[in-house]
């Protein structure tokens, strides 16, 4: 915990340090898991705790989903071709099933969800973009992902 004692940069070590810790139990417990449902969650937990770090230590604010974007431009061009061409079979599904649809702002006129921003990502993650690119929105896919599956709207 942050205390009159520590400087800023000390301060950032304990909680990178903790946060690390944190993502660390979440992945075991992931690998270590045969349920689909409760890997995704898990990882999604593990990423979650590392995007958190970086929202304190960059000083953000805002939307979550930010925070997922702010983390994942963090990578060079070769560790997101890597991180992507990792997971071929779950970049291949997220680019050819129908666009994930934002669930939290439904509304009576629209009880399907909202398909816009999951087409924009969808398009962009089959492109030629950038790796960055493609990896921040496979990051918002897994984001819109994450709020569909716990019914809740994190930003908005």
Known sequence: MQNDEMTSEEWYNYLKEFQ???AESWLKRGKDSQDPFARFFFFFSAFNALYFYWRVRDRK???EVDDVVNLLKKHTEAEAKRVLQSAPEQVKYFCTRDPIRRM???SADAAEGDPKEGCGHKKLLRSESPAVER???LGQILYFVRCNL???EQDG
């Open 20 to 22: 690390t810790e944190i």
């Open 61 to 63: 604010s805002g939307m």
């Open 104 to 106: 939290g702002r439904r």
């Open 135 to 137: 990896l921040k929105a």
């Open 150 to 152: 716990v019914q809740r």
